[in-house]
């Protein structure tokens, strides 16, 4: 028998609608905004399930489908007693209860150095799940917004009475009392627009989102404040009795939704019908999350195609997509790199001074977090950078990530997530605040661009979500510190070369970064692109270009000490 008698042709990837019938798919799968009038419980209930089933086949791995992982993120907020709690309950008897994850939280100040969202990213579900989410960074939100709203509402009525008083101790006493930094007006609308590109981030990573607010009259809240069932935790740490607090926190409500229009607005009079109708969207959220996951034509042409992932090889380019993107022309920075001689002695002295001085600067930061982030070609030296960065801290005061190819679960997560949930953290008992990573975020306009590993949507989109992550850092008082150490390619083989003679260096060095070097022009490139597309205000590339190691750790060192003072002084 001939051998190619046994080659079988692969099998045509399909969609996980395709593994449900017809029928399932047009009566349960297939988005329908009208559902709540055709539909009786029993087909609900059923459409749920089989939804919630539908969208976990879309992170499976065998069979492989052509839909991307996609989960669903439902943010729940709203008044106290609108019938969240019965709602939420209803949807977790409706499904499978193994599959929904819930969390809640009832708000708290946003932390020093933090994003509003970043306490957040730790709780987000895997792509193919379905997680409620009670208050959430709309609540932290809505807490702060508060007190600066009730904090003016009480100035003002200081500032009246004292006015109209006789007593000049009255007048004096409104010059000592403190003031908002802010109206609540301006923080709300500032906060608003970063966590909508952040949410719409989420989105273009598939985490959907469902955001539904419940709401409910003064009268019905006073009478289920009243009767006899037990509260929960009251939602934003507000005075819920107090008609006035109700007033205010109404007028800052409208301003949020005035200015997002992505909000569901369910009515909480009937708690039954209500939760039916959160049911309901729940159902369409998923519905069009599962139609929004599956992968567009150029896509599935990439995975249907050759297994050669390299980009000069990719045929399923359009003439749109070629065009859509400008790389930049490479730097004479990065094509020639500069020997210097440097004596060993005077390396070692300007080595411990700024070391001391780099200690000085980061111990007198008052707590604000650091972020460094290090890259650069392979042997670049950004161990070595790193090593002697941290020589005079104590272990304690820093975390080092060296980060490689992602895990599984945490391919399962916008791409940004490994990322977050690595910053530093005040929720957590660490008493470091400085991060220190080896090999960043930017792997996906590097490597995952190279060797094909994220779509060119998903790389060229990624310039501004990175861009926009570090300057919600930056914004919230971190400190950001880049780098990219560059070497010439004949500097690298042989640093290869001493790696491979050297028993303690050898772990250092793989296949791939022999491999890498045949793609040496690429990396190049795609380092000109980042830099070009990320060196921004808030987060400036420092490009420290040369064969001489120790050099380089110097460079670092002045750098290093050059922002944080820079920082200290604005």
């Known amino acids: 028998m001939s051998k190619h008698n046994n080659t079988t042709k692969p099998t045509a990837l399909e969609s996980v609608s395709a593994q449900f019938s017809e029928q399932v798919v047009d009566q349960r799968l297939t988005p329908n905004?009208?559902?709540q009038f055709s539909m009786d419980t029993d087909s609900l209930r059923l459409a749920l399930v089989t939804a919630q089933y539908a969208l976990r086949a879309t992170r499976q791995q065998t069979p492989p489908t052509l839909n991307k992982p996609t989960g669903l993120l439902v943010l729940v907020n709203g008044m106290e007693q609108a019938g969240k709690g019965t709602a939420v309950k209803q949807l977790r008897e409706w499904v499978d209860p193994r599959l929904l994850k819930v969390e809640a939280t009832i708000g708290s100040r946003p932390l020093a150095s933090q994003p509003i969202w970043q306490a957040h990213t730790h709780v987000m579900p895997r792509h193919g799940d379905v997680m409620v989410y009670f208050g959430n960074w709309y609540a932290d939100l809505l807490y702060n917004a508060m007190r600066m709203a009730t904090s003016d509402s009480d100035n003002e009525q200081s500032k009246s009475k004292q006015s109209k008083s006789k007593n000049p101790k009255d007048k004096k006493s409104v010059n000592v009392k403190s003031l908002p930094i802010a109206k609540w007006q301006d923080y709300l609308e500032q906060q608003l627009i970063k966590l909508q590109a952040f949410e719409q981030d989420l989105v273009a990573n598939q985490t959907r989102l469902l955001k539904c607010w419940f709401h409910v009259d003064i009268e019905t809240l006073q009478s289920r404040l009243n009767d006899k069932e037990a509260d929960p935790h009251f939602l934003y740490q507000i005075d819920w009795n107090s008609q006035k607090v109700i007033e205010k926190f109404n007028e800052v409500a409208a301003a949020l939704l005035r200015q997002q229009d992505d909000w569901v607005i369910i009515d909480g009079d009937d708690k039954s019908q209500a939760a039916d109708n959160f049911c309901h969207e729940v159902l369409h959220a998923m519905q069009t999350a599962l139609v929004s996951s599956k992968a567009s034509s150029t896509e599935t042409a990439k995975k249907q195609t050759s297994s050669d992932k390299s980009e000069s090889n990719d045929q399923t380019k359009t003439a749109l997509e070629l065009e859509a993107f400008k790389s930049v022309k490479i730097p004479k920075q990065l094509k020639r790199i500069v020997d210097v001689d440097i004596d060993k002695s005077d390396y070692r002295k300007a080595l411990a001074e700024k070391q001391a001085r780099f200690a000085e600067l980061l111990r007198a930061r008052n707590g604000r977090h650091v972020v460094f982030a290090f890259e650069g070609m392979d042997a670049a030296g950004k161990g070595g950078a790193i090593k002697r960065l941290v020589a005079p801290l104590d272990p304690r005061e820093y975390q080092v990530y060296n980060i490689s190819a992602p895990m599984l679960y945490e391919l399962q997560h916008p791409y940004l997530w490994r990322f977050w949930t690595r910053l530093p953290n005040e929720q957590t008992d660490h008493i470091s605040r400085v991060a220190i990573f080896d090999r960043t975020w930017y792997g996906r306009v590097l490597v995952e661009r190279i060797e094909g590993?994220?779509?060119?949507?998903e790389w060229q989109r990624a310039y501004d979500e990175i861009n926009r992550f570090e300057a919600d850092l930056v914004t919230?008082?971190?400190?950001?510190?880049?780098?990219?150490?560059?070497?010439?390619?004949?500097?690298?083989?042989?640093?290869?070369?001493?790696?491979?003679?050297?028993?303690?260096?050898q772990f250092k060095l793989t296949d791939d970064d022999w491999r890498n070097r045949d793609k040496w022009s690429d990396y190049v490139q795609s380092a000109a692109d980042m830099l070009a597309y990320t060196d921004t205000k808030n987060a400036p590339w420092c490009v420290i270009a040369t064969n001489e190691k120790r050099q380089?750790?110097?460079?670092?060192?002045?750098?290093?000490?050059?922002?944080?003072s820079s920082a200290y002084d604005s």
């Open 552 to 564: 380089a750790r110097l460079d670092v060192l002045d750098h290093a000490i050059e922002q944080l």
């Open 453 to 457: 590993f994220a779509t060119r949507d």
């Open 33 to 35: 905004p009208l559902s």
């Open 476 to 505: 919230a008082g971190t400190i950001v510190i880049k780098y990219w150490l560059a070497i010439d390619k004949k500097e690298q083989l042989k640093r290869f070369e001493e790696r491979q003679e050297t028993p303690h260096k």
